[in-house]
């Protein structure tokens, strides 16, 4: 279960590398899947930079998390991707729903899903007798 889990946190941060890739290479492209339009150098410097440390940090944390098999970082990623989450959902009740609206939200919802589970179940835990021989040696 681990090891499929793990897979699964390295194949989705690796997908979030390359979306986030797409922002840096070429910003008016990667805009339109998210219906952004860069506005000037200053549209497009914004696309570039936030955009690609959203999905670096969202992606890569879900990698090292699952590299490095701890839950930590992917409490980063389950933040950065909860909080989008939620932006979309006030969105769909403040503007109304777009085309395809579900999908978005979808993937978000998932990502949280998966990232949240792998912070319970992947970290090295030290089995319960570890521990009680550490407290009786003093330390």
Not at 26 to 44: C, E, M, Q, W
Not at 70 to 83: N, Q, T, Y
Not at 93 to 114: K, N, Q, R
Request: aromatic share 14%; proline share 5%.
């Amino acid at each position: 279960m681990r090891l499929i889990l793990s897979a699964v946190l390295f194949v989705m941060g690796l997908f979030y590398l390359f979306v986030g890739a797409g922002f840096i290479v070429n910003p008016v492209a990667a805009g339109i899947d998210f219906g952004l339009t860069g506005d000037g150098a200053k549209g497009l410097s914004t696309m570039r930079a936030d955009m690609t440390a959203f999905f670096y940090v969202g992606g890569g944390a879900m990698i090292w998390g699952a590299w490095k098999r701890r839950g930590d970082p992917l409490l980063v990623s389950a933040a950065l991707f909860g909080i989008a989450f939620i932006g979309r959902l006030v969105s769909y009740f403040a503007d109304g729903p777009y085309p395809a609206w579900t999908g978005p939200m979808l993937i978000e919802l998932v990502t949280v899903v998966v990232c949240l589970a792998a912070w319970w179940i992947l970290p090295d835990r030290k089995p319960a007798g570890d521990l009680l021989r550490q407290d009786r040696s003093g330390f």
